[in-house]
C-alpha cells in the first residue's frame, strides 16, 4: 500500500493527464466504479472518452430490446453531460454474450486507442474482478490485450493500490450521473442501495487515505510487449 503521500503523488499524475479512456462492458459501469474520477479529470480540463461495448439491451424480445438500448444509449450521454462533458463510443456487440467477441473488440479498442492516443485507460480488473460479470471479464481481457506496453489502471479490483479522494461535489456528479441511468437506477430502491453499499464501500476507501470518500484503482506500470 502507498503511503498517503506516495499515493497523494500518484492521484496528480493520473488527474495530470491530457487524455484518458474508459471502458466497459455496459452503460453504468464507468459511472458505478469511477465516476468520481471522470468528474474530477474533467474539471481539471482532461479529454475523457468512454468506450462502451453494449447496450444493455439483454433478455429483451427484438421489438424491445432496440427502443431500451436506445433509451440506455441516450441515458448514457446523459450522465457524459452530468459528468462534465464526456464523448461516448459504443461498439454494439450483445449484451451479455460479450465473451464471445473478446477478439474483434479487442481490435476495435486498438483502434480507438490509435486515434485517440490517450495518457491513461480505465477498464475492469482483468485479474482481480470485483463483479465477475462475464461481460465485465471479456471488455477487462479485451483491454489488457489492446494496452500492451501502455499505462493502464483498473478499476472495480479486489487488490487495490491507488485511492482517488472525493469531495463532496464529486460524490453528488457520481450520483447524479448514476441516477441519469433511469432504467437500472430507478430512485425507489436507487437510494437504499446508495445509502448502504456503494457510499459506505466509498468510506471506507477513503478513510485509507484521510478522505471522506475515495475510488479504488489498481494501476500497473507499463507492461513490455511479448
Excluded at 453504468?28 to 468528474?39: N, P, Q
Excluded at 431500451?68 to 454494439?92: I, N, P, S, T, Y
Excluded at 476507501?205 to 500497473?220: T, V
Amino acid at each position: 500500500m502507498l503511503s498517503p503521500n506516495d499515493n497523494a503523488i500518484a492521484c496528480e499524475k493520473l488527474l495530470a493527464s491530457k487524455r484518458a479512456l474508459f471502458i466497459g462492458a455496459h452503460p453504468d459501469d464507468i459511472e458505478f466504479r469511477a465516476g468520481g474520477l471522470v468528474y474530477l479529470m474533467r474539471q481539471r480540463g482532461v479529454e475523457v472518452t468512454f468506450a462502451i461495448a453494449t447496450r444493455g439491451g439483454k433478455g429483451l424480445p427484438l421489438l424491445l430490446r432496440k427502443p431500451v438500448e436506445r433509451m440506455r444509449e441516450r441515458h448514457q450521454g446523459d450522465a457524459a453531460v452530468v459528468l462534465g462533458g464526456v464523448k461516448v463510443v459504443f461498439f454494439d456487440y450483445p449484451d451479455g454474450n460479450l465473451p464471445a467477441h473478446v477478439e474483434p473488440l479487442e481490435d476495435d479498442l486498438k483502434a480507438l486507442i490509435a486515434d485517440l492516443q490517450p495518457d491513461i485507460i480505465l477498464c475492469w480488473d482483468p485479474e482481480f474482478i470485483s463483479t465477475p460479470h462475464p461481460d465485465h471479464q471479456a471488455a477487462a481481457d479485451a483491454a489488457r490485450a489492446a494496452t500492451v506496453g501502455m499505462n493502464v489502471c483498473w478499476y472495480g479490483t479486489m487488490q487495490p493500490n491507488l485511492w482517488v479522494g472525493l469531495d463532496e461535489a464529486a460524490l453528488l456528479m457520481k450520483v447524479r450521473a448514476l441516477k441519469a441511468h433511469r432504467t437500472e437506477t430507478p430512485w425507489f430502491c436507487f437510494d437504499m442501495r446508495l445509502k448502504k453499499r456503494m457510499i459506505g464501500a466509498m468510506r471506507q476507501d477513503g478513510s485509507k487515505i484521510g478522505c471522506d470518500y475515495a475510488e479504488a484503482f489498481r494501476f500497473i506500470r507499463p507492461h513490455p510487449q511479448t
